[in-house]
């Protein structure tokens, strides 16, 4: 299998969801989406799951991104702004993994609902998602507010790695896991094991487990991958198959560790690992200890020096892969 990514992505967003929190007994709910076209009700109630993991206290602005993947195995990307100052969560779905495109967005969105013109949203939101997506490389502007402001945001080039600090995924993973738990995590994910990632902070949780996923460009993780867990999906910590998933703090608080079996935690928080296999030492020392030369120098990490340091490794490991193809062609 290959990217899961789509290719014939039309518009900038799918879908504005406003979630309510929990209730009582009353799970999260849409209040307000746009467009009101947009009817998938599998989808929407995922959103609701995702944007209330578990009882939120809001304290801080913040942002993190969850993931949705459909039956052809395609990722659709959910990007949520928690505020302190509003009773409510803000989630935008897109089939882009673009961060920081999307959380500048909510912020626009966020300051729109503030607006004593109710209309400002609306007809922002309308701009948007009519507005053609620019080239690679190019700029996507969109005036709003009578003209009088522009929301713009740069389109990322296809198959640029990933830099500090410009990425702001990358750069909360290295500033909160050191090199040597980042190569555990990276040899493990090449082993196909079945990862954890737990924080008490959901962006830095949903960060960790989307960086990790960059750093093993260019494959392709194929199996379960959820940046974000909510409580009500917590069996899928016993699935008995591969899976890199992120994990709230309080979440994994529900969670029984002896019924998890083999299984890998990286605590982002205290920056721990604990695992029951030897995955680093099992790579051929040759490709790991480059590695840990290139990520010991931290000055000079600035960039995609991090992303390319992963990237020579896995060249080193695979790029000789034809050397071991043999064809036969039947004799006529």
Known sequence: MGSRLRNDVTHLFECFCEVVPPQGDKNSWVIQQFPEKYRDEEVLKAVSQFAYPYKIENTVIQHYSFVLTNNESKWTFGFCRHDPNSQTAIVVLSYLPWHHAFFKFLDTIAALMHSSRTEDLRDFLTSVYN??????????????????????????????????????????????????????????????????????????????????NDLIYPMHWQHIFIPVLPSAMVEYLLAPIPFLIGVPEEVMKKVNRTELGDVVILDADNNTIETPFDDLSSLPPEVVSPLKRQLKNKSALLGDAVSRAFLRTLVHLIGGYRDALRSSLARV
């Open 131 to 212: 507005a053609k997506i620019a080239d690679p490389g190019k700029v996507l502007s969109v005036s709003f507010n009578r003209e009088e402001s522009i929301f713009s945001v740069n389109v990322p080039k296809p198959y640029l790695l990933p830099s500090i600090p410009e990425n702001s995924n990358l750069t909360e993973y290295y500033n909160a896991v050191d090199s040597t738990n980042m190569m555990q995590i990276f040899a493990s994910m090449l082993f196909e094991r079945r990862i954890i990632i737990m924080s008490n902070k959901l962006k830095r949780l949903s960060a960790c487990v989307q960086s990790a």
